[in-house]
C-alpha cells in the first residue's frame, strides 16, 4: 500500500515562510523521482517542484528562487522550504512519485495534502 502523507502547511502573511513534508512509502520513495504539486482554489493541480534519486532537481517558473525541494533518503522524506510567500501561493499541496515522459506526471493516488493559505 502506497502512503503519501503531506503535513506542515498553515497560514502565514505575505512575505513569510513554510517548511512543507512529505513522508512517502519506502517502496516508492526510494526508486522514484519526488514532486510537489499544488491545486488552488477552482484550478487544476500544478506541479510545483521535483527532485530525482540523483538530486537534479526542477522548479515551476512561479516560484523558482523562492521555494527549495530537498530530499532525505534514510527518512522517505522529501520537504518543500517556501520563502518570500505571496497571497497567490494559497493552494492545497501534495506530493507524489513522479516520472519524466514528455513532461513529469504522478504515479501514485493523492494523500490528503496540507493547506496553505497566505494573507495580504
Known amino acids: 500500500q502506497v502512503q503519501l502523507v503531506e503535513s506542515g502547511g498553515g497560514l502565514v502573511q505575505a512575505g513569510g515562510s513554510l517548511r512543507l513534508s512529505c513522508a512517502a512509502s519506502g517502496s516508492i520513495f526510494s526508486i522514484n523521482a519526488m514532486g510537489w504539486y499544488r491545486r488552488a482554489p477552482g484550478k487544476q493541480r500544478d506541479l510545483v517542484a521535483t527532485?530525482?534519486?540523483?538530486?537534479?532537481?526542477n522548479y515551476a517558473d512561479s516560484v523558482k528562487g523562492r521555494f527549495t525541494i530537498s530530499r532525505d533518503n534514510a527518512k522517505n522524506t522529501v520537504y518543500l522550504q517556501m520563502n518570500s510567500l505571496k497571497p497567490e501561493d494559497t493552494a492545497v499541496y501534495y506530493c507524489?512519485?513522479?516520472?519524466?515522459?514528455?513532461?513529469?506526471?504522478?504515479?501514485?493516488?493523492w494523500g490528503q495534502g496540507t493547506q496553505v493559505t497566505v494573507s495580504s
Open positions: 507524489n512519485a513522479v516520472r519524466k515522459g514528455s513532461t513529469w506526471f504522478p504515479l501514485h493516488s
Open positions: 527532485i530525482t534519486n540523483g538530486g537534479s532537481i
